[in-house]
Structures are given as C-alpha cells and as structure tokens.
C-alpha cells in the first residue's frame, strides 16, 4: 500500500514540474531577446512595464510626463499618453 501512495505521489510532484516547464518555455511573446527601444535625447525613462501584449514605458521629457507604448511582438509604437497641468 506504501508503493502505491509513493508512486502517486511521485507522479504529481512530476506534473507540477511539467506544467511550470512548459508555461516557462511556452509563452506568447517567445523568448527574452536583448533589444533596444529609443527615446527623445534627453529623455529619463522613470519606469517600465510590461504586460503579455505591450511594454509601456514613462518617460520625463524636459519636465513632461509621457507614456509610450509598444507591441510586444513587433516592438512598434501603439500609442502615447501626454499629461499637462489643466488651467482654469
């Protein structure tokens, strides 16, 4: 009865190592590669973030905040957010 328990046991713990393999190795946007995406000269990049679909990336330009965003797979420019002081 030992062996039995042994056995499924052991064969679980080969499951759980199987699926984190895979979901490591498998995921949607391939391999990490080394790549470089450019900013304005003078640009600080104040943080990143990426996401299954997109890299987003806050940048201060001159003393303005912008957010960049990219495609992941294709490394293109989506969209950009601009932020300014709202005047009355």
Do not use: C, W
């Not at 009865?1 to 190592?17: D, F, N, P, Q, Y």
């Not at 806050?58 to 950009?80: A, H, M, N, P, S």
């Amino acid at each position: 009865m030992m062996v039995i328990s042994a056995l499924t046991t052991l064969l679980a713990i080969a499951a759980v190592v199987v699926v984190i393999g895979f979901r490591m190795y498998n995921t949607h946007g391939g391999p990490i590669t080394d790549i470089t995406l450019t900013v304005p000269k003078g640009a600080r990049v104040m943080s990143t973030l990426a996401t299954a679909t997109a890299i987003s990336v806050t940048l201060d330009i001159d003393g303005k905040t912008e957010v960049r965003i990219y495609d992941r797979k294709t490394l293109q420019q989506t969209g950009r957010v601009h932020f300014d002081i709202e005047h009355p």
